[in-house]
């Protein structure tokens, strides 16, 4: 998980590359338990949601690179991440799409 989450900000303007299901899954994991940490220490001071703010914002690009990279694994072009914008069943859609195996390089 740790390596996945190094790989998620050192590639973070890597748009070209591939990402496999565990370097995806791992890094959002990782993400989503930083932000959840946070969020239980907003209550105790404000300085974490300040902290929260820039992590969240910092982390835009570099998780809009694994989602192409993790689409573009799974054998679709990048242009599928816009499938999100249809309510609803985009969502479900694109998550289908994360979770499918790794195609072979042509």
Do not use: H
Not at 4 to 18: C, E, I, N, P, S
Not at 41 to 60: D, H, K, P, Q, R
């Amino acid at each position: 998980m740790v390596d996945a989450y190094k790989r998620l900000w050192t590639r973070a303007f890597d748009f070209q590359g591939r990402s496999t299901r565990g370097d995806y899954w791992w890094a959002t994991l990782a993400s989503t338990i930083i932000v959840l940490l946070l969020i239980s220490l907003m209550a105790y001071t404000e300085i974490f949601v300040s902290i929260y703010t820039l992590y969240v914002f910092a982390g835009l690009i570099p998780n809009l690179s694994l989602s192409i990279r993790r689409v573009r694994d799974a054998g679709k072009g990048w242009q599928w991440i816009f499938i999100n914008l249809i309510p609803l069943i985009g969502g479900i859609w694109f998550l289908v799409i994360l979770c499918q195996p790794s195609m072979p390089i042509a």
